[in-house]
């Protein structure tokens, strides 16, 4: 796969996701009973960091981790606005709480998508947080029950987001800025 070339430059710093997690999972642990356990469930790939971040503020809850992979944007900057599920979750959510990780909420396909499928299982609450949210960007009417940033219409990597599949592993959310 080749890029035009590119440059990345710093949007959100590592310490101030850090802070803004530590606000959300306060948040979080208000609105789901601390005596019944909660299914958190990341969206593969781009919630990794998120999701690790996210269950180690949790720490002190019972917790179940699960994935669900969805993808609409393979290697492209602009979304197919096809969602294809390509991996299902391994356990249950009927009857249970149940938090979804999503890293950016952008179009809201994807989450709008995944959130239908999972509420057709009939958890017993269904919650949603992003670390991101471009709300100019949204082409359905969806809106995450946190969100950790809104951000302008710029096209970002890092902290588990990809451009073409890199870039995941930078600790820091960063503006791709085209050179040529
Ligand atoms: O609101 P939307 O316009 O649907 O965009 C948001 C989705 O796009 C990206 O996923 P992608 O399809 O690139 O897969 P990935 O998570 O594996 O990177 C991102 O991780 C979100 O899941
Ligand atoms: O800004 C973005 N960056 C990377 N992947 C994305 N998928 C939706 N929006 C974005």
Redesign the pocket.
Known sequence: MTTRPYVIDQMISAKAIAARIEELTDEIKRLFPADERLVVVG????SFVFIADLVRELRDREVEVDFIE????GNAME?SRE?RILKDLRGEVEGRNVLVV??????????NHVIHILRARNPKQLRTIALLDKPTRREVDFKADWTGFEIPDEFVVGYG??YAQCNRNLPFIGKVRFTE
């Open positions: 969206l593969l790939r781009g969805a993808s609409s944007y979304s969602v999503e890293d950016i909420v952008d179009t809201g396909h994807t989450l987001i990809d």
